[in-house]
């Protein structure tokens, strides 16, 4: 009998480490996709931001510019949008200090929008230090909609 339950065991434990879960699913988003970072040459943050990147298997390429104002008006980012850098995720804009599951989600599901932003540089998002204050709002860059709450 001892020997059946530790076979059933070692059975559902089997299983269990090889059925993949949606977490794993979701983390490998975006593994291996292009991403082009337009940065300021001076904004350390932004460094901060391609290095969560890459520790997510996106495959990053920074472009420094001292005219990121060119860059805004090229992507169409209304100015109350603006964060610090530009990010270019094939066909989608991702403004500002996104977190990386939002970003996941946006290349996941491929809502019919332009991008997503999140305004200026709250502290605790990827790159940015200190410690989250309160939900991050990521805005649809299309209509100004929200597109999701973290």
Known sequence: MKRIIILLLAA????????????NVVNDIGKGQEVTVFKSPT???????????????????????????????????????????TSIIGDYVVEGHVPIEAVQELLQDKPDISGIALPNMPAGTPGMPGTKRGPYVIYSLSDGSEFKVI
Do not use: R
């Open 12 to 23: 559902i434990f089997v299983i269990a480490a090889c059925t993949p879960n949606q977490t």
């Open 43 to 85: 904004c350390g943050c932004c460094v901060g931001y391609a290095t969560e990147l890459e520790k997510n298997g996106f495959k990053v390429k920074t472009i420094n510019t001292p005219d990121m104002s060119s860059i805004k008006q090229k992507y169409g980012i209304p100015s109350n949008m603006e964060s610090c850098h």
